[in-house]
C-alpha cells in the first residue's frame, strides 16, 4: 500500500523535499504521557492524509472517466473525427494552464478508459482507487474485461505498483495463484482449506535470481535470502520471515529448516523447503516431519496447524499426488522458475515483449505520468 500512496502523491505533484526543523530548547521536556499522545496524532494525521490523497485520485479518475465518456458520445452521435482530440487538447490546456493530463495522447486513453469501463459504478469501486499510471497498465495488457477487473482488485487488495502489476501480468498471477498440488482438501478444515489453497501459487517466479540456474539449494537459498523483500513480495500477502536453516533438536539430532515463515493471516507457521533438482517422494515424508516438529516445539496453542510449502524445479504431478495421500499435515508443492518464459505454457512462449519493446512501455508510463 506504501509503494501505491507514493505513486499517487507522485502522480499529483505533491511530493515535498523534507524539512529539518530544530527543536527550541524550551520544549526539550515533556510531560508524561507526551509520547504516547504524539504518536496517535502523527498516525491519525498519516491516516487522514492518506485519505486525503486517495480521495483526490479517485475524483482525478473520475473526471478522466467522464471526459472520456463524453468524448465517446459525441464521435457515435455527431461523428467527430479524430482532428477533435487534438483541439480538445489545445483548448483544455490554454483553459486549465496550470493543469496537466490533457496531451492528446492522454486524452485518448481517457476515452479508451471510459470504453474499456462502460460501468460507472464499477470504475468508483474499483480502479478509481489506483493511480492512473496502473489503469494504464491494465488497458494496455489486458483486453479482457474480466481479466482487467481481477487484476485491478488484486492491485488494490496487495498495493501493487505499477511496475510490480505489470510482472504480475506478465507472469500470469491469475493462472499461477492457487495453482499449487497439496493436500489441503483432506487436512484442512472445508472453511479454511480453498481460502489457503488461494494463497500459494504454481510456479513461483524468482526473477532476481540472476542468469544461472542455482545448482545447490544452500545457493538457491542464499540468494533468496539476500533478496528476502522480492522474495516476500513473491510469496504474497501475510508472510513473515522468521528465519534461515532454523535448528530443531529431536531425537539428540539436530535439523535445520531452510526457510521459515509465519503467516499472519492463517495464523500459522509455514515451513519452506528448497530443492534445487526434481521432486521425488521422499521430500515430502523429510517436511511432514519438520511440520511436526514445528507443531510440537514453536507452535503457540492458539497457532493453527504448520503448512510445509515444498519448491521444486520440476515435479510429475501423478507422483507428487500419490505421495501427498495420507499425511495430516498440509503441505503443497510447487515448481519455482527463474524467469518468466520458462513459467509460461509452451504455445505461449514468444509472446513476451522484447526488452526494448519493454523499455519504450516504461517510458511511455513515465511520460505519462509527467503529463498529470
Not at 507522485?10 to 526543523?21: A, D, R, Y
Not at 474499456?116 to 499510471?133: E, G, K, M, N
Not at 488461494?198 to 542464499?222: C, M, S, W
Amino acid at each position: 500500500m506504501n509503494r501505491q500512496n507514493s505513486e499517487i502523491r507522485k502522480s499529483m505533484g505533491i511530493v515535498k523535499p523534507e524539512v529539518i526543523i530544530p527543536m527550541p530548547a524550551s520544549i526539550s521536556e515533556m510531560p508524561e504521557g507526551y509520547e504516547l499522545f504524539l504518536h496517535n496524532l502523527k498516525e491519525r494525521i498519516v491516516r487522514e492524509r492518506v485519505k486525503a490523497v486517495l480521495s483526490a485520485n479517485a475524483a482525478m479518475i473520475m473526471l478522466y472517466w467522464e471526459i472520456g465518456k463524453h468524448i465517446l458520445d459525441r464521435q457515435a452521435t455527431e461523428g467527430w473525427g479524430a482532428r477533435v482530440i487534438d483541439r480538445l487538447s489545445y483548448d483544455l490546456k490554454q483553459a486549465f494552464p496550470e493543469m496537466g493530463g490533457f496531451s492528446p495522447r492522454n486524452l485518448k486513453y481517457m476515452r479508451k478508459f471510459a470504453g474499456a469501463w462502460p460501468d460507472s459504478t464499477i470504475v468508483q469501486r474499483t480502479v478509481a482507487q489506483l493511480p492512473w499510471r496502473s489503469n494504464l497498465t491494465l488497458l494496455d495488457k489486458l483486453d479482457d474485461a474480466d481479466l482487467r477487473l481481477w487484476y485491478a482488485e488484486k492491485a488494490i487488495e496487495h498495493g501493487f505498483g505499477k511496475d510490480m502489476l505489470v510482472f504480475q501480468i506478465e507472469t500470469r498471477l491469475h493462472q499461477r495463484k492457487g495453482a499449487a498440488l497439496t493436500n489441503f482438501e483432506s487436512t484442512l478444515p472445508p472453511a479454511e482449506s480453498d481460502m489457503t489453497a488461494q494463497l500459494f501459487k504454481d510456479p513461483y517466479i524468482f526473477d532476481f535470481l540472476g542468469t544461472a540456474d542455482p545448482r545447490r539449494e544452500a545457493e538457491l537459498e542464499q540468494k533468496l535470502v539476500d533478496h528476502i523483500q522480492k522474495f516476500l513480495l513473491e510469496l504474497g500477502q501475510g508472510f513473515a520471515f522468521v528465519g534461515r536453516q532454523v535448528p530443531m533438536e529431536v531425537g539428540g539430532s539436530t535439523f535445520f529448516l531452510d526457510l521459515l515463515f509465519y503467516h499472519l493471516k492463517l495464523r500459522c507457521y509455514v515451513v519452506v523447503e528448497l530443492k534445487s533438482g526434481k521432486f521425488e517422494p521422499g521430500h515430502i515424508s523429510q517436511l511432514n516431519m519438520y511440520c511436526n516438529v514445528v507443531n510440537d516445539l514453536l507452535c503457540h496453542p492458539d497457532d493453527k496447524k504448520t503448512i510445509g510449502l515444498l519448491l521444486v524445479k520440476s515435479k510429475n504431478r501423478v507422483v507428487v499426488e500419490y505421495s501427498l495421500a495420507g499425511y495430516t499435515n498440509p503441505i503443497g508443492v510447487a515448481n519455482w522458475e527463474r524467469d518468466i518464459t520458462n513459467a509460461l505454457p509452451k504455445e505461449l512462449e514468444g509472446t513476451l515483449p522484447t526488452i526494448e519493446e519493454i523499455e519504450t512501455e516504461l517510458s511511455s508510463g513515465l511520460e505519462t505520468e509527467t503529463e498529470l
